[in-house]
């Protein structure tokens, strides 16, 4: 039986339920599935698969980042996926990335203030600007696919420098933006993608 990864950061712990909900799409397909923080994954070796999950903290999630630039040696030789948690996407109408197709959650999305003139924190909340440094971190290993999701904000979760900073440069409104039925499809796609054999 396949074995997969479905590994996760997270800040405030919304983000591990997302990956749990990943894992159980996969687990449908008949794959062995693992669930675990970052931290506690040793290595990749036991793995025919693997899903990185984190949310936008300021740029991705630090320690995903890190991950893959740890582990993108082994990723050039497995079929692997990513996912993203935002609270906020400026609408340009992009859905890929040179020629990496992504996945956006349709309900995260917000057209601009002004339309063809993008101001500071549209031009910061834009697909290519939340994508490119996770696809360096990894190169010249390629996700299958990515999937950006809306997240969770809960101001009485955070220590204060990160609620000033989420509404100063973010400006989203707290709150649950998780679109569950979206996370699931595109996790259901993923067994697919594990099923080839070639890379
Ligand atoms: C300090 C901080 C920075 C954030 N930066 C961004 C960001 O740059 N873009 C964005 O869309 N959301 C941002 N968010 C929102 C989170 O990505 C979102 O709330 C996510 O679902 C949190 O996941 P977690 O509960 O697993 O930590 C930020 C949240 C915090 C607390």
Known sequence: MKRILVTYATMAGSTAEVAQAVGEEIAKSGFQVDVLPLSQVEGLEAFDGVVIGGPMIMGWHRAALRFLRQHRKALQQMPWAAFVMAMSLTQTGEMSLGNMRVTVDDKLPR?????????????????????????????????????????????GRLKWWAVLFVMMIIQAPPGERRNWPAIRAWAADLPALFEADEV
């Open 111 to 155: 057209p601009p203030q002004k339309e063809g003139r993008l101001n500071f924190r549209e031009r910061y909340a834009r697909l290519a600007n939340y994508l490119r440094p996770v696809l360096l971190a990894a190169r010249p290993a390629k996700p299958a696919s990515i999937g950006v999701f809306g997240g969770r904000l809960e101001y």
